[in-house]
């Protein structure tokens, strides 16, 4: 398939395989960077600010936990190039960009803030656990049927669901901070979103679907002029200066078993994060699927399917090796590559590319990391919203009838609900339920859609 567009041509931008212009593949690929950069450091920072050192009360140092962020970019580029680029059966060949996954966040910190397993007992759990679900998805062929159509729909659109408060606390200064809803924060979020929509209707050609790297970069240029003039603290710059300090200029990410932080593997901490695991492979599921009929208009094929969630898992494990967090992929950047319609894989892989060298370089990686929350939220918004278009689109396709309606409400009800109850619903529970469901709705609608669609009787026109 590759001999097919041997030819360089920036019309290629809009086709899975073929070399893209450098001029033009360079500019798109960054654009994916800048969308899932700080979402991809985010929950390293929480995870690791928290966590104990195995057998002790003492927390990881500063100097540790930037040489942690420094290390998810690395793997967050590496996944992605396997994603793009295959090795044997590990990998889709599909636009998917692989980043550091929120779906662990409650467990990994429930392991992690544990003194007797502590960050040591997470890492192993990761490597563990990467290696489950990439067997699991390797075996895809043999459990795929249960992951019906209407099944299918729910994830994507559930997941769809799940971003818009990201984008929407992105957009008021980012979730936790004291001026949270502050009229700037609301006013640079609104002038970065009527600048990508302004941009994707006035751009001719293929520059029209650079519209979000626009966005972002005359959304940054306005908050440091607000900085500088001192009418709003917006721009960060203090953080490339510590990061000069701390780890300097040019620095080789690490494997963790190099370090004073080797990995201490635990059954029970692996029991925590399988079920995840298993979660995150639906949520994989859902966004290659979204990936293949909303960006290349077709049924995602098995050989896609096996090799998106095998690259998940092991991608994980070597995630892990490097002392960082579960990889997964990134939904918005599924919400770009829909919105775009830009597929093409040498145009991903220079974004890939990006993020490891941003990781050799941690003052760049700092650069960006100073990237505005509001300036963010203004440009996600819509591509977390084109996922869960994505996802009714994917449900328009179902059969409309009695069955069809008992598992889409019941998903919604159920899984969505459980996200918004004013306390712990599962108190009676296992505190690792609570974890799993409680803030999660994409766990909950997968669940009680797939335990729906295999229970409910079929009619002769169901899928």
Not at 68 to 94: D, E, H
Not at 290 to 300: E, F, N, P, S, V
Not at 406 to 435: H, R, W, Y
């Amino acid at each position: 398939m590759e001999n097919q567009n041997q030819n360089v041509s920036a019309d290629n931008i809009y086709k899975l395989n073929g070399r893209v212009p450098l001029s033009k593949a360079i500019p798109f690929g960054l654009q994916h960077v800048l969308a899932m950069f700080v979402s991809n450091l985010a929950p390293v920072l929480i995870v690791c600010s928290a966590a104990f050192v195995h057998g002790t009360n003492h927390h990881l140092t500063g100097a540790e936990i930037t040489q942690l962020l420094q290390c998810a970019m690395f793997v967050a580029g590496i996944g992605t190039c396997l994603q793009l680029y295959p090795i044997w059966k590990i990998g889709s060949r599909l636009p998917i960009v692989m980043g550091v996954s929120f779906t662990f966040l409650g467990s990994l910190l429930m392991i992690c803030t544990n003194p007797d397993l502590g960050y040591e007992g997470m890492v192993g759990a990761v490597i563990a656990g990467g290696i489950f679900e990439g067997i699991v998805g390797l075996s895809a062929r043999y459990w795929k049927r249960f992951l019906t159509p209407v099944v299918s729909a729910c994830v994507v659109i559930a997941i769809g669901l799940s971003l818009l408060s990201v984008g929407m606390n992105s957009w008021g200064g980012g979730d936790g901070a004291k001026d949270f809803g502050s009229w700037y924060h609301l006013f640079i979020g609104a002038f970065t979103l009527i600048v990508c929509l302004a941009a994707r209707y006035i751009l001719k050609g293929v520059y029209k679907n650079l519209n979000v790297l626009v966005g972002l970069v005359l959304g940054y240029l306005l908050s440091v002029i607000f900085t500088v003039a001192g009418i709003a603290p917006l721009v960060d710059f203090s953080g490339i200066s510590k990061t000069i300090a701390q780890v300097g200029v040019v620095s080789i990410p690490k494997l963790v078993f190099f370090t004073s932080l080797k990995p201490v593997f635990d059954l029970g901490a692996f029991f925590t994060i399988a079920i995840v695991f298993l979660v995150s492979a639906a949520e994989t599921t859902g966004a290659t699927t979204a990936i293949c009929t909303g960006a290349l208009g077709r049924d995602i094929e098995m050989e896609e399917l096996q090799g998106s969630l095998a690259a998940d898992g092991f991608s994980s494990a070597i995630s892990g090796c490097f002392g960082c967090l579960p990889l997964t992929s990134f939904s918005q950047n599924v919400g770009l590559v829909t919105m775009t319609g830009v597929i093409n894989r040498f145009t991903i892989l220079m974004g890939a590319l990006i993020l490891i060298l941003a990781s050799l370089f941690p003052p760049l990686g700092a650069f960006f990391n100073s990237l505005p929350q509001a300036v963010l939220g203004g440009c996600t918004v819509m591509m977390f919203g084109s996922i869960m278009y994505e996802g009714i689109k994917m449900l328009k396709e179902c059969e409309f009838d009695d069955r069809t309606m008992v598992i889409v409400s019941l998903a919604f009800c159920i899984g969505v609900g459980l996200t918004q109850t004013s306390g712990n619903f599962f108190a009676a529970f296992p505190k690792e339920v609570g974890d799993i469901f409680n803030g999660n709705a994409v766990a909950g609608v997968f669940v009680v859609s797939l335990i729906l669609s295999l229970v409910l009787p079929k009619s002769k026109k169901s899928e």
